[in-house]
């Protein structure tokens, strides 16, 4: 039986609420749609994405009323929430364990109360509300996070907001990672570091660097990308970047835009970046980085741009069911590292106007190669390719 409305909240006026989705999930699945509606109800609302798959996701579904036009932390996004506001989180974790831990990382971070709205749909659900240090008696939000409760079926759990808990002897430090399965890739500070082998995974840390980690094979050349770390704050994750692509989405090809000629734009093992690294006038992206390259190929398939991926053959593949534009060029390298040429590549000054044709990148970037003695396999794409 649903509870009956609380008296004060008869005569209280439009709430304003500030959504924050986390992730593609929610919205690739739909079921975004029901904390939308339940939230319009109760006034203003603005929806923003948070991370760059949710943006992907938000573009890919149509959804023009979720703010994707700048890159923004969901902490960050939170923290934006004006006096007149509630700030709400929408998440879906693999479990409902490591939605939660999830949820008390970004709440740490947020100066107010957090009303965390986890796996909606499912039965392991939850509306979690993160109060702050005062224990926020604020109507607005007990009333918000209650509603939530009720329209979606889900429980309501109420929770002190604090920071993450990691156990510390002497100097060494250690964070339990839950949720992981055998087989994921397991990814640091956005950076993929190993794979599981065992349920119980751990990250040890001592002096602020990754001395081990407990049931992951890890990757030395992720591990040297990951310098001082703070395990209380720190984003990981394990699993793929975008879970609903494993099954639903394969390899396509489409066609580029009629841009002729313009500017080229470096995506170095920081794909993160995609959506502000392109405009109107960019004829193609250099990618640095087996994943980087399957990560921007698709994301940029979104604005017809074309890829001259740079690879080494050490992909992670926690990006799986990409998307590329016709006339893209990946090159696997056979006798160096994407990182060394992606570098120095970089550095070339023939790739630093602004008036290239495709093919004169590909001209350029392969001449490259061949002038610095790599050797390296080629593969364009074509609408005819096998996908």
Known sequence: MQKATPRWALHLPAIGTRLVIHGPELIASGRIADVVEALRALGPLHVLAGGTMARVAALDKHLTFIDTSKKIRTSDALNHVSEKEVAVLANCGKTSETGCVFGQIVSSRVRGSVIQVERPGSLDGSVILWRGADGDKSPHVQYVARRLSDRLSLKLIKRQKRELGVEQTGEVITRHIYGAKPGEP?????????????????????????????????????????????????????????????????????????????????????????????????????????????????????????????????????????????????????????DDVGFFLEQTRELGGEDYTLARVIEIVMNFLHETGVEFDSIRRTRSDPV
């Open 186 to 338: 397991l990814m640091v500070q956005g950076t993929v570091v190993g794979t599981v082998i065992d349920s119980h995974v751990a990250i040890i840390v001592q002096r602020g660097r990754i001395a081990d980690i407990v049931g992951v094979a890890t990757k030395a050349h992720g591990l040297e990308k990951i310098g001082y770390i703070d395990l209380g704050t720190a984003y990981v994750k394990t699993g793929h970047l975008r879970a609903s692509n494993e099954a639903s989405v394969q390899h396509s090809i489409v066609p580029a835009r009629p841009l002729q000629r313009g500017s080229v734009t470096f995506i170095n093992h920081c794909a993160d970046e995609t959506l502000e690294s392109v405009n109107e006038t960019t004829i193609c992206a250099i990618t640095v980085g087996d994943d980087t390259t399957s990560i921007c190929g698709d994301i940029l398939s979104r604005a017809a741009i074309p890829i001259v991926g740079i690879t080494d053959g050490d992909e992670d593949g926690f990006y799986t069911g990409t998307c590329e534009v016709e006339g893209s060029l990946v090159l696997r390298l056979n006798n160096a590292s994407d």
